[in-house]
């Protein structure tokens, strides 16, 4: 009896609730059951928690790990990326710096190409130019040959005038000295005493006559020789009245035994001018003119000078 009421024995749980409490009695059999299968589901609870836990943490460690293969796949990748737009940047560089390289040298030939069709143009317009003046200059050319032309066809006709002057100077020298030159008859005669030796009839011996002796009728003209000034006129011993003339170039002429002189002292006269007449004054035998021509003061044979 006494093991049947200590089984039974329990205790009185009372839950309160505001302002009402519920009393009711708890069995210690139906407590302890109840705690183991508190207990038991604890445990249970606890172990499908720890291996839920142990899943996640398996599942965190392959996260983890999965995180850490794609941490280092990512870095790689990152690594490699750098890599490739390193490659890329210094690549893109080169690029610019051939695109640059491209631009100075497209520049450089534009340039170039410009400078070269600055100059076609100059060469153009110079070549323009130079064919301006050298039409201009074909056209002073051509002048200046016409006008050479001109001059030489002057220069002939001037070379030719020339000559032609220096021809009629040298006729009108030769003419002037012929002028000075004794080259003509003093008077129409005939000679009568040569030139020379001879008896003479006055004085009736033999000595030098210096001229000639032209017999021609009284008061006939005698002309002058040659042209020349009167240096002597007048009566001369022996001679008679005379007259003398200087041709110059050391030639005299001399007319005695005149019957009358025509000219003075000084006088200028012509070739073939009248200086006197015929006469026989001085020593002489008849009318007559005696004429002689005297070289440097010496007389020579007049026949020469005829």
């Known amino acids: ?46 172990s499908w928690y720890e291996n839920k836990v142990n899943n996640y943490n398996c599942h965190i ?9 794609y941490r280092n796949a990512l870095a790689l990748k ?22 640059e390289d491209q631009d100075n040298a497209i520049k450089k030939i534009n340039k170039t190409v ?15 130019g130079v064919r301006h003046v050298s039409l201009d200059l074909k056209l ?8 050479v032309s001109d001059r030489n066809t002057d220069i002939t006709k001037l070379k030719a005038a020339a000559k032609k002057y220096r021809q009629s100077l040298e006729a009108e020298r030769k003419a002037l000295v012929m002028s000075k030159v004794p080259s003509m008859w003093p008077v129409r005669g005939e000679i009568s005493s040569d030139f020379g ?7 009736g011996y033999s000595r030098f006559h210096s001229g000639l002796d032209i017999a021609a009728p009284s008061g006939l003209p005698i002309v002058a020789t040659a042209a020349g000034n009167v240096t002597y006129s007048g009566w001369m011993q022996g001679y008679g009245y005379a007259v003398e003339v200087d041709h110059g170039n050391g030639l005299k002429t001399l007319y005695a035994h005149c019957s009358q002189v025509l000219v003075q002292n000084g006088q200028y006269v012509q070739a073939g ?3 006197a007449l015929v006469g026989s004054t ?11 021509v005297l070289k440097n003061g010496n007389p020579v044979n007049p026949i020469p000078y005829l």
């Open 61 to 69: 460690s392959e996260l983890e790990k999965s995180n850490l293969q």
């Open 197 to 203: 030796s001879r008896f003479h009839p006055v004085y």
């Open 273 to 275: 001018q009248k200086v």
């Open 114 to 128: 410009g400078k070269k069709n600055s100059s076609r143009k100059s060469l153009r317009g110079a070549r323009l």
């Open 1 to 46: 009896m006494a093991g049947k009421s200590g089984i039974s024995k329990g205790f009185v749980v009372k839950l309160i609730f505001r302002d009402h409490s519920i009393n009711f009695r708890v069995n210690l059999f139906t407590v302890s059951l109840m705690l183991f299968m508190f207990g038991f589901l604890a445990f249970g609870i606890n």
């Open 78 to 99: 990152e690594r490699e990326n750098q890599q490739i737009i390193t490659l890329a940047q210094n690549r893109f560089e080169e690029l610019c710096n051939q695109i």
């Open 282 to 292: 001085g020593v002489s035998t008849g009318p007559h003119c005696h004429y002689e």
């Open 140 to 147: 002073k050319y051509k002048s200046l040959i016409d006008i």
